[in-house]
Nanobody, 111 residues
């Protein structure tokens, strides 16, 4: 059974940092592209960042230079380091591999 479990969300002031984790089981995350998406209240889910099997990364323009995606293959975990957070980063953040999604973790940034 494939499971993706996000953690690390919380409440932070603008300019602060958070590190999200996506722990995977039942699927080899190191062999797949792992994506982070986010969904703000009343808005569509949008792409945030991705890391492929060769550890090449891709970012949405809105987070480029502030967010960093990385992976620990030994732990089957992918991370999203978020720095210089802004109020517009407030959303539920989801991990995605292929057709699988986690339950999401809430990030709230106060201005």
């Amino acid at each position: 059974q494939v499971r993706l479990v996000e953690s690390g969300g919380g409440f932070v002031q603008a300019g602060g940092s958070l590190r999200l984790s996506c722990a995977t089981s039942g699927i080899i995350s190191s062999s797949n592209v792992v994506n982070w998406y986010r969904q703000a209240p009343g808005k569509m889910r949008t792409f945030v960042a991705a890391i492929d099997s060769g550890s090449s990364t891709n970012y949405a323009d809105t987070v480029k230079g502030r967010f960093t995606i990385s992976r620990d293959n030994a732990k089957n975990t992918v991370y999203l380091q978020m720095n210089n957070l802004k109020s517009e980063d407030t959303a539920i953040y989801y991990c995605n591999i292929c057709a699988y999604w986690g339950q999401g973790t809430q990030v709230t940034v106060s201005s």
